[in-house]
């Protein structure tokens, strides 16, 4: 059974930096892809970085050039390093990993999620 477990949210100022961690376990890191969402209230969970399963880094345009995702090497931690946030940054982030090669909107996984605010 797959389990992501993410950490690394908080409070920050406007144009500060804060790194998310995604744990995961139970699963075989070359069979899935990984990636981050967030959601704000009443608004839907929005894709915004993503590994493919061949390295490939994707980024939603919202955090493009801030945002930066990454794995260790064992693929059993998977993080999202956020600079210059703003406070429309501000939603609780989710770490996801999708079966299929490309991150979809529906993965299969998801962690509990970790907030972050900006203000």
């Known amino acids: 059974h797959v389990q992501l477990v993410e950490s690394g949210g908080g409070s920050v100022q406007a144009g500060g930096s804060l790194r998310l961690s995604c744990t995961a376990s139970g699963y075989t890191p070359s069979r899935y892809c990984m990636g981050w969402f967030r959601q704000v209230p009443g608004k839907e969970r929005e894709g915004i970085a993503a590994l493919d399963l061949d390295g490939v880094a994707r980024y939603a345009d919202s955090v493009k050039g801030r945002f930066t995702i990454s794995q260790d090497n064992s693929k059993t931690t998977l993080y999202l390093q956020m600079n210059d946030l703003k406070p429309e940054d501000t939603a609780m982030y989710y770490c996801?990993?999708?079966?299929?090669?490309?991150?979809?909107?529906?993965?299969?996984?998801w962690g509990q999620g970790t907030q972050v605010t900006v203000s």
């Open positions: 996801a990993a999708d079966k299929n090669p490309r991150m979809t909107a529906i993965p299969d996984y």
